[in-house]
């Protein structure tokens, strides 16, 4: 799964990450360079080589599975990041450790959001930032199986606001994923007293089709992704 993973999330004109996340993620990572980074469900750690060659004073990547976490020991070998394999849920650390908590596409695999977020809130210092991407609710709501390996050319959304586990396909594997409404994740980021600085639905980025526009098209008619930025209030 992490091989056929790591093709898909890095294979890019093709990968929904390269033209829909990644774009609208950097837009609003902002400066990096002094700050103490902790990446919540880290993968291979990728951004953190990424983040620590732009100054960040330091990297933590944290992830549940052991394969991803020898994956992103390889990829921070030689720099002063580091990875945990820890679970998300488990996460904690004390007032003003970190500057700012990305987590992308990891939070919907999280039951109990508002702990994590809380946690998150209390580890990052006066000015800290929280910038999260997640699947986004139109796509965890309801899986719509295809019978064919061809790309995706229509979907389902639907028990929209019935919220909750749900047991996806993803990868060849079966994993649980929370469906939360657009509204759940705003009032979650609400309650753990984040400041809402963005909320970005993730259109696809016109100039990383290396003019497949026939692609370009496709990815237009469904957003894919939801990212949420937040200060601590
Ligand atoms: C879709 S991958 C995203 C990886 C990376 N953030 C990226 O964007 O390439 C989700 C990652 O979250 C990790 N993960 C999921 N649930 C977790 C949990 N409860 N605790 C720790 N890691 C978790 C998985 O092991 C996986 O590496």
Redesign the pocket.
């Known amino acids: 799964m992490l091989d056929r993973?790591l093709q898909h999330?890095h294979s890019g004109v093709h990968s929904p990450?390269h033209v829909m996340?990644e774009p609208a993620f950097l837009d609003e990572l902002g400066p990096v360079a002094g700050l103490r980074v902790l990446?919540?469900?880290?993968?291979?750690a990728?951004?953190g080589r990424t983040l620590l060659a732009a100054g960040c004073r330091s990297y933590l990547g944290?992830?549940?599975?052991t394969e991803?976490t020898r994956a992103a020991n390889a990829t921070l070998a030689g720099t002063s990041g580091r990875v945990d394999r820890?679970?998300?849920?488990q996460f904690s650390a004390p007032p003003h450790t970190f500057d700012l908590i990305i987590?992308?596409?990891?939070l919907h695999?999280?039951d109990d959001l508002d702990s994590v977020l809380s946690a998150c809130r209390r580890s990052l210092s006066p000015s800290g930032r929280l910038l999260i991407?997640v699947v986004h609710p139109v796509i965890t709501s309801h899986e719509a199986r295809q019978s064919t390996n061809e790309a995706r050319t229509n979907w389902v959304v639907d028990d929209y606001f019935d919220t909750g586990a749900r047991q996806r396909n993803w990868m060849g594997n079966t994993v649980t994923w929370y469906h939360r409404t657009v509204e759940d994740y705003v009032a979650a980021l609400t309650r753990a007293q984040f400041a809402i600085t963005a909320l970005r639905e993730c259109a696809p980025r016109h100039d990383r089709f290396d003019g497949d526009m026939a692609e370009y098209a496709r990815r237009r008619r469904v957003p894919l992704f939801l990212l949420l930025a937040g200060s601590r209030a």
């Not at 944290?62 to 599975?65: C, E, T």
């Not at 820890?86 to 849920?89: A, C, N, R, V, Y």
Request: proline share 0%; aromatic share 8%.
């Open positions: 993973y999330r990450n996340e990446d919540l469900g880290c993968g291979d990728a951004i944290i992830d549940g599975s991803m820890m679970d998300i849920e987590s992308r596409l990891a695999y999280v991407t």
